[in-house]
């Protein structure tokens, strides 16, 4: 009896815990108004389009190639990879990602990403948010929910301006890092109001980019909607340069999830 009890009392205690997680947004105010889930076997093309290739660092390597992109098991899988199939393609290495570019927007409201990212030399994985409208860089700002360098065990969270780019304005703070389990799933969200950005991981709070007070231009452009990239990347200035032997690499995604106040 005693063992049944116990059992009983267990099976309680984990329901009790899973309520009060699935309760947690409304608790805090917060209503689920948007998520994907990755169900299914291809990408949803009304939500994502494969981002095309171009000239800079977070780009040179994009491609369409279908084996950059799977989606299986729940999660959307975006792969980077030696470019030894694609004969006429010039580029050394090849990478994947989306984005929701003219087909969904985020504004006010709390962003989350749930993922596992891969390890290689030279990667350069990152979720991040780009004018809806398509406001040119920096003017309408960029906000960098995550990046990862190598196989860091830190994410890189930072928002940029023609204040802080072109003008290269410290104050307030533009950026800062945060733990994450290097091997495992991690929660990445940013929090968007008008008057300030919040940043987080595994909810723990790491960044608010207030808007102030100044005669300076461009300070808070982010009062706006922006659409969301999420991006294997290799190579570039920053992460420096890729090491092949290390290839392939994959990112997991397993949700995003958009949440509005009521």
Same mark, same amino acid.
């Given at each position: 009896?005693?063992?049944?009890? $116990?059992?009983? @009392?267990?099976?309680?205690?984990?329901?009790?815990?899973?309520?009060?997680?699935?309760? +947690?947004?409304?608790?805090?105010?917060?209503? @689920?108004?948007? %998520?994907?889930?990755?169900?299914? %076997?291809?990408?949803?093309?009304?939500?994502?389009?494969?981002?095309? !290739?171009?000239?800079?660092?977070?780009?040179?390597?994009?491609? +369409?190639?279908?084996?950059?992109?799977?989606?299986?098991?729940?999660?959307?899988? @975006?792969?980077?990879?030696?470019?030894?199939? @694609?004969?006429?393609?010039?580029?050394?290495?090849?990478?994947?990602?989306?984005?929701?570019?003219?087909?969904?927007?985020?504004?006010?409201?709390?962003?989350?990403?749930?993922?596992?990212?891969?390890?290689?030399?030279?990667?350069?994985?990152?979720?991040?948010?780009?004018?809806?409208?398509?406001?040119?860089? #920096?003017?309408?700002?960029?906000?960098?929910?995550?990046?990862?360098?190598?196989?860091?065990?830190?994410?890189?969270?930072?928002?940029? $301006?023609?204040?802080?780019?072109?003008?290269?304005?410290?104050?307030?703070?533009?950026?800062?890092?945060?733990?994450?389990? #290097?091997?495992?799933?991690?929660?990445?969200?940013?929090?968007?109001?008008?008057?300030?950005?919040?940043?987080?991981?595994?909810?723990?709070?790491?960044?608010?980019? #207030?808007?102030?007070?100044?005669?300076? %231009?461009?300070?808070?452009?982010?009062?706006?909607?922006?659409?969301?990239?999420?991006?294997?990347?290799?190579?570039?200035?920053?992460?420096? !340069?890729?090491?092949?032997?290390?290839?392939?690499?994959?990112?997991?995604?397993?949700?995003?999830?958009?949440?509005?106040?009521?």
């Amino acid at each position: 009896m005693k063992t049944v009890t $116990s059992y009983l @009392l267990s099976m309680f205690l984990i329901a009790l815990t899973g309520l009060c997680t699935s309760c +947690d947004k409304q608790v805090t105010g917060w209503q @689920l108004v948007w %998520e994907e889930n990755f169900d299914g %076997e291809q990408l949803d093309a009304s939500r994502w389009t494969k981002i095309a !290739r171009n000239t800079s660092d977070w780009n040179n390597y994009m491609s +369409d190639y279908d084996p950059l992109y799977e989606v299986a098991d729940g999660q959307m899988i @975006l792969r980077g990879i030696v470019n030894n199939v @694609l004969p006429a393609d010039t580029a050394p290495y090849l990478t994947g990602g989306i984005y929701t570019k003219d087909k969904v927007g985020f504004g006010n409201g709390r962003l989350e990403i749930r993922a596992k990212l891969g390890k290689a030399r030279g990667a350069w994985p990152a979720f991040w948010l780009l004018p809806f409208d398509n406001t040119g860089w #920096p003017d309408g700002g960029e906000i960098d929910i995550m990046e990862r360098l190598n196989g860091e065990d830190i994410a890189y969270q930072t928002v940029h $301006s023609a204040y802080t780019v072109r003008l290269q304005q410290k104050n307030p703070p533009q950026s800062a890092t945060g733990k994450i389990d #290097p091997d495992g799933y991690n929660v990445y969200a940013v929090e968007l109001y008008h008057d300030s950005i919040s940043l987080f991981i595994n909810d723990i709070h790491t960044l608010t980019y #207030p808007r102030i007070e100044t005669d300076l %231009e461009g300070q808070f452009p982010f009062d706006r909607e922006y659409f969301l990239l999420l991006d294997m990347q290799l190579g570039g200035s920053w992460v420096g !340069r890729v090491f092949p032997e290390d290839l392939p690499v994959e990112m997991w995604i397993d949700w995003v999830r958009f949440y509005k106040k009521p």
